[in-house]
């Protein structure tokens, strides 16, 4: 996994959310869809972080509260890498 | 108070079909009107608060229960059904996201008590028709009060009402997929026609536009984000129903037809009818149909309490191939009835007409448009993996 796997996260979402804030002022915490994401934008950022970090997300991750925010998406890519948090 | 029990809930929906829509069901589509008769009927019956639970008063009801009773409505008059339906699909979403709050409570109860109608009010001029969008927003006002300016291009039964189930951004200046549902009472609001309501069928919905003005105390505001009610109640259960309805209107028009088969039968005994191969189609495509919806409905009660998978892409997959599924094959079978009955069913004076039922069976496409459905499939195909 790489050094820092939530500044991936914040440039996958910049290129992909589509959201009305900025990305940079996001806590890890924050509610990514009361900050813009729509549903059909966060298919898009599910398929760029398949891609970026050569995962599959399984049928029981696709799911909003999966990607509601950077600190819940980082907890899917660590429990499906096996990597420590 | 009837019992909970689908056999007693169907029977009573077949005589009021049978007493109270069916025989309106032609002045209501002609004169594009309410039809009140039928409406009045089910809330003699308690029928409005068929879901709400017995300790708020209401029937107790399932999904699958009022579900039959949509398709038997939809038997009768669809635009009955419909109404139903609707109604039911605004229950459902309060109470499973409402509930918690003492003035969803509350409110139930009295739409129990007092047989009151809900119309909903999703669509908004500006979002082009995506129900998971809004422009306008709760605007706070002193003393815990809420006002709201929705431009609604359609509000079923908007004028028949007693209140109005509507969505909105959380705030003027939430993100427009930031949404909460917000009930208003009609004594509440402004509600300012636009424009008429002419369409091919589903006539007796009267689904005019609307400009919305509405006041209410901040306690109206459905305490959980619009996203989980809509992916968890409104999406599947408005589905589920409509396709019901919609099986229950194809079932008339194959049951007119096998009507016209066996009267030719009987005319000439010995000789197999020309047309009754192409019933023989028909009445399997309804076969397939209603499998679809039951499928469907057995799907929705095994992972009713199971807010993680109906939440999820799978089954949003598998409730919007039902509506698509059954949208598709409703006109398909309404047509296909036409053309065993020829000419007595093209007539509009028959026992025999299925013109109605055609022109209604269009409008299943296009209740939350199948290409918009299908563009959302697509895009979560992309993503989901078969189990």
């Keep these: 996994m790489g050094h820092d796997i939530t500044t991936e996260i914040r440039t996958i979402l910049r290129a992909h959310g589509r959201l009305a804030a900025d990305v940079a002022t996001l806590r890890e915490e924050d509610d990514l869809y009361l900050a813009g994401l729509t549903s059909h934008a966060s298919v898009n950022l599910m398929l760029a972080l398949e891609e970026h970090f050569e995962i599959e997300f399984p049928e029981r991750m696709l799911r909003r509260g999966a990607f509601s925010s950077i600190a819940a998406i980082r907890a899917g890519l660590l429990e499906l890498t096996g990597a420590d948090a | ?387």
């Design chain 2, 1 to 387: 108070m009837p019992l909970a029990d689908t056999a007693t809930l169907v029977d009573i929906a077949r005589q009021i079909g049978a007493t109270h829509a069916a025989p309106a069901a032609d002045a209501v589509d002609r004169e594009a009107r309410f039809p009140h008769e039928a409406l009045e009927a089910l809330k003699a019956e308690g029928l409005l608060g068929a879901l709400i639970p017995q300790e708020l008063g209401g029937i107790g009801a399932t999904i699958a229960d009022v579900a039959a009773v949509c398709e038997t409505l939809g038997r009768s008059c669809a635009a009955t059904a419909m109404i139903f339906a609707m109604h039911q699909i605004n229950v459902a979403c309060l109470l499973r996201h409402g509930r918690s709050a003492p003035f969803f409570r509350e409110y139930l109860a009295a739409v129990a008590a007092d047989q009151r109608l809900i119309a909903s009010a999703t669509s908004e001029v500006g979002t082009g028709g995506d129900l998971r969008r809004s422009v306008c927003g709760v605007q706070p006002e002193p003393e815990g009060r809420i006002r709201i300016s929705k431009r609604c291009p359609v509000i079923s039964y908007g004028d028949e009402a007693d209140d109005i189930l509507l969505t909105a951004r959380r705030a003027p200046d939430a993100a427009p997929a930031d949404q909460v549902l917000v009930l208003v009472r009609k004594s509440d609001c402004t509600l300012t026609r636009e424009g008429e309501w002419d369409t091919l069928g589903m006539r007796g919905t009267r689904s005019f536009g609307f400009t919305l003005d509405a006041s209410a105390s901040k306690d109206h505001v459905v305490p959980v984000p619009f996203a989980d009610a809509a992916s968890q109640t409104m999406i599947p259960v408005s589905h589920l129903l409509w396709s019901a309805l919609w099986l229950g209107l194809a079932s008339d028009a194959v049951a007119r037809a096998r009507a016209f088969v066996r009267a030719e039968a009987r005319r000439c005994p010995g000789d197999t009818p020309p047309s009754a191969p192409r019933l023989a189609q028909v009445v399997a495509e309804l076969d397939t149909m209603r499998a679809l919806v039951h499928d469907g409905l057995s799907a929705f009660d095994r992972h009713k309490d199971d807010v993680d998978t109906l939440g999820g892409f799978g089954f949003a997959l598998r409730m919007n191939n039902l509506k698509v599924s059954a949208s598709r094959l409703a006109p398909e079978i309404v047509g296909g009835a036409l053309a065993v009955c020829g000419i007595a069913a093209y007539r509009n004076d028959s026992p025999y007409s299925v013109g109605r039922h055609l022109r209604d069976a269009h409008s299943a496409a296009l209740m939350v448009g199948n290409d918009r459905i299908y563009a959302a499939n697509a895009a979560m195909l992309l993503v989901h993996k078969e189990e």
